[in-house]
Each structure stands twice: as structure tokens, then as C-alpha cells.
């Protein structure tokens, strides 16, 4: 589990890591692949808001859009690639 700093509509906060899986797209045949989500392959990222005392915060959670949400994930993608 990894947190880091964060700045959420100008409001310093944390974000939690709580699951990060990048599946890459299926090298083999399209017949022996599993599922369609398998073949392209996917990204599945998901993370917590908490305050700066590390509880969870679902009101700050909710100023969370589109582009904010990209934000994070691709923070979070650097974050795992460095890896």
C-alpha cells in the first residue's frame, strides 16, 4: 500500500493506493485468450482520499472529477513504472 501527498481543490490531502494491477494484452491466440478484457489488456487503479491525518475522506472525495481523477492515476501509474 503506498500513499503520497496530494493537493485536492487546493486542499493538501493524501492518496491511498489500495489496488494497482496493470494486465498487459494477451500474446497468444484470441481463442485461448480468457476474456476480451484480457486480449487488450487493462489498467485496474483504485485509491482513497484521506485528510493530512490519514482518515478517509469522503467529502473531499467528492471534488474529485474527470481530470483530477486522470491526475491521480497517472501520479500513480509513474509511482508502480518506477518500480
Do not use: H
Not at 485461448?32 to 493530512?52: H, I, K, M, T
Request: charged share 30%.
Amino acid at each position: 500500500m503506498q500513499i503520497f501527498e496530494y493537493r485536492l481543490a487546493g486542499i493538501p490531502c493524501q492518496i491511498r493506493v489500495d489496488d494497482y494491477e496493470v494486465i498487459p494484452p494477451w500474446k497468444g491466440s484470441a481463442e485461448n485468450c480468457p476474456s476480451a478484457d484480457d486480449y487488450y489488456g487493462y489498467e485496474d487503479c483504485e485509491y482513497s482520499v484521506l485528510d493530512q491525518r490519514g482518515n478517509e475522506a469522503p467529502w473531499l472525495e467528492k471534488k474529485i472529477n474527470d481530470k483530477i481523477d486522470q491526475e491521480i492515476i497517472e501520479t500513480i501509474r509513474g509511482m508502480y513504472e518506477q518500480q
